[in-house]
């Protein structure tokens, strides 16, 4: 049986099988998966808007997908009474189970609600996380790389993505770089209600890895730290966090932090920090070799579009630690940049801006390519790759009239020499329009693929670039396949 065909006999099966009860305030809303603390373990977590229980239940999946599995595996977790802040002090109950002593690679089904009640949710099904050896088998490690969505306005984009989730090779994660819903909290938190559901087709299969974004931060980000869980919740409010995934160790980072001193100050910088140089400096890069980080808003800002990139611009040099800006000169102690080439950061992606971009291997604003600089193919880098992926769909975009602007940096006036590619910036600098995501491909130890598909072509792929490394670790200390003097390295002062 191909797999295309299986999946569908799933779908059509869960469907059929469905317990689901609608409209009901006890009805679990936003179910949605998290990575676990081990490798064999996923979290769940939904909302209800009145008090239920917190069970799940759940089961390995029949092979050929013509059965509904046998669900009778229970996991009880834990509800939060959480109370809006706004007007109507609107009440809802967040309900975290943790799902445990998975078989790695296992497709599960699972139903989520109240036994007592006996009310469940659809039957969803996830693919337990892989061991290093099943990702090195195949198929490859795939992560959805998108920041930046609202509710109605990324419809185009929530689709595509509903076809990745329910494909024939489902993304095993998807990562969002913070700026949900637009906003969460809005109408006392009913736009996030929205927003979770629309989101369930995609996160209650594939496990929604996240970071914060400023659309987040209304009363000290509460409706972000309360609707999700990922790793160290308890401890970090879903702000920073690392997790090892396949060939790969990513690093939730809270770039936000330098703007909202009101949330954060200089004594969290500093925890977070240390935190994260802690964590680069202990990834075992034999286990996991690669080395991505991800948080909203980026380091590198090439569109020139009014205050937003320049609110980028002080991101940039406040989190390169290379400048001195207004008001928030502390965060200068903090050169969070130098972390990355200092411990060999691969990639790093980020959103904010409501385009798509990616840079050359670059440092300190210097391109440090390796030994091949085609704009397609990074072989040897010397630095961190930096991609801007926030063209999820911002409640400010529309599709306008006229295709984005979409090539090569250098048909942007002034453009900056580390930008490689973008679409959505005019030749003026100006934001034009772009609505796409990435999907990244860890193909081995030592390539990975980012490919990115527009909503705006029908799902067409836009761009297709790779790193391609023999050798992992701190950039300054790499071996490489070429005799380059470090001298040469500089391609660009
Ligand atoms: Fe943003």
Redo the contacts with the bound molecule.
């Keep these: 049986m191909c797999r295309a065909f299986t999946w569908l006999t799933i779908l059509l099966t869960l469907a059929l099988t469905s317990t689901a009860s609608a409209g009901t305030s006890h009805d679990p809303k936003g179910v949605h998966l998290s990575f676990g603390a081990s490798d064999t373990t996923m979290v769940v977590t939904w909302t209800t808007r009145k008090e239920t229980e917190t069970n799940v239940r759940y089961g390995p999946s029949d092979p050929g997908g013509a059965t509904p599995a046998d669900l009778s595996i229970n996991a009880i977790g834990d509800a939060r009474k959480f109370v809006d802040y706004g007007s109507t002090s609107s009440v809802r109950y967040v309900h975290v189970a943790t799902l445990e002593g998975l078989t790695p690679g296992q497709i599960y089904e699972y139903q989520v609600g109240d036994a007592k009640l006996d009310r469940w949710s659809k039957v969803f099904w996830f693919n337990a996380k892989r061991t290093a050896e099943q990702y090195a088998e195949g198929p490859p490690l795939r992560i959805i790389a998108l920041c930046?969505i609202g509710f109605k306005e990324s419809d185009s984009v929530v689709e595509l993505l509903t076809q990745e989730v329910h494909g024939e090779q489902p993304p095993d994660a998807f990562v969002q770089c913070?700026?949900f819903a637009y906003d969460l909290d809005d109408e006392n938190g009913g736009v996030g209600d929205q927003f979770m559901k629309a989101m369930e087709p995609i996160a209650a299969y594939v496990p929604w890895m996240t970071s914060a974004?400023?659309?987040e931060a209304s009363h000290n980000f509460t409706h972000y730290r309360e609707r999700f869980t990922m790793p160290d919740r308890s401890k970090t409010d879903n702000h920073y966090y690392s997790i090892d995934v396949g060939p790969v160790h990513i690093v939730a980072y809270n770039t936000e932090a330098l703007f909202w001193p009101a949330s954060f100050g200089v004594e969290y910088i500093q925890r977070m920090y240390e935190w994260m140089e802690a964590d680069l400096a202990s990834v075992d890069r034999m286990r996991t070799p690669w080395v991505v980080v991800h948080g909203?808003r980026p380091i590198f800002c090439e569109a020139a579009d009014g205050t937003s990139c320049a609110f980028n611009e002080n991101a940039a040099f406040l989190q390169s630690g290379k400048d001195a800006r207004d008001g928030v000169g502390h965060a200068l102690r903090f050169p969070i940049e130098d972390l990355f080439y200092k411990y060999g950061v691969d990639l790093a992606f980020y959103?904010?801006e409501h385009e798509y971009w990616r840079t050359f291997p670059v440092y300190d604003e210097k391109v440090v390519n390796g030994t091949d600089v085609s704009l397609n193919r990074y072989f040897e880098p010397r630095g961190t790759v930096h991609v801007t992926t926030g063209a999820g769909g911002n409640i400010n975009m529309d599709r306008g009239d006229d295709p984005p602007s979409r090539g090569t940096c250098d048909m942007i006036k002034d453009n900056s020499p580390w930008c490689a590619f973008q679409s959505g910036v005019d030749h003026g600098g100006d934001r034009s329009q772009e609505f796409a995501y990435g999907v990244v491909t860890f193909e081995s130890g030592s390539k990975m693929t980012w490919e990115h598909f527009s909503a705006l072509d029908d799902g067409k792929r836009i761009d297709l670039w790779s790193i391609e490394t023999s050798s992992h670790g701190p950039f300054a200390r790499r071996t490489y396949s070429d005799n380059l003097s470090d001298a040469a390295l500089i391609a660009t002062e």
């Design positions: 930046d913070g700026d974004g400023n659309h909203h959103g904010h």
